[in-house]
C-alpha cells in the first residue's frame, strides 16, 4: 500500500512542478509587457487574458500537489494535538461528507463548462478579440481528476492510519525555511570558523 501512497505523490509532485514553471513564464510575460507598454508604446491587447490564464492554470494544477505535500490549510490550532488516529478520524470523515461531493462536482461543471466552450470554440470578451479560453477551460476537469485521485490516497492513508496508529510515510518534498534551524546552522558554521 505505502507504495501506490507513493507513487501517486510522486506523479503529483511531477505535476506540481512541471507546472511550477508556469511562474517563469508568467513574470517573463509580465516583464516584457510592461516593457512593451512603457518602453515600446506598444502594449498587446492579449496579455491581460493570457497572463489570467497561466496564472489560473498555475493555481488549478498545484491543487493536487499541495494536497500530496499536506500542504492545504487546516485548523491546526486543536488538530496538533490530537492523536495521529484521531485526526485521521476527523479527516476522514471531511474527506468523505465534503471533500470527494466538492471535488466529483467540480470535475461534472468542469467537464460541462468546458466541453460547451470547446463547442463553440469560445475566445475571452475581456479584450476585443481576445485570445482562445476553451483549451484554458480544460483545465478544470483535468485538475479536479488529479485532486480527486490524490483524495482517494488520502482517504486511504487515514484508513492505514486508522489502523496502524501512524501516518503512512509521503513523498519528499521541498521544505519551507525553518529560520531557527537556519540560526542554529550559521551559529554552528561561525564556531567552526572561529575555532579554526
Known sequence: MQKLFLAVDR?????????????????????????SRYALNSPH??????????YGTLFMMAGAYTLAASGHVRGDIL????????????????????????????????YRYAGESF???????????GPPIYPFKAV????GA????????????????LKNGEWPNRQEDVEEV????LKAMVTHHEE?????
Open 119 to 129: 463547442a463553440i470554440r469560445e475566445h475571452s470578451s475581456i479584450t476585443a478579440e
Open 79 to 110: 488538530y496538533g494535538f490530537f492523536t495521529p488516529r484521531t485526526q485521521a478520524f476527523f479527516d476522514l470523515v471531511l474527506y468523505i461528507v465534503f471533500f470527494i461531493p466538492g471535488i466529483v462536482a467540480l470535475v461534472w461543471a468542469g
Open 140 to 143: 478544470i476537469p483535468v485538475a
Open 146 to 161: 488529479l485532486l480527486l485521485f490524490q483524495g482517494f490516497v488520502e482517504i486511504l492513508r487515514c484508513i492505514v492510519c
Open 192 to 196: 567552526e570558523n572561529a575555532a579554526r
Open 11 to 35: 506523479f503529483n509532485t511531477r505535476i506540481g512542478h512541471f507546472f511550477a514553471w508556469l511562474i517563469v513564464a508568467l513574470t517573463g510575460l509580465i516583464c516584457w509587457e510592461v516593457f
Open 178 to 181: 525553518d529560520v531557527d534551524k
Open 45 to 54: 491587447p492579449w496579455a491581460f487574458d493570457v497572463q489570467i490564464m497561466l
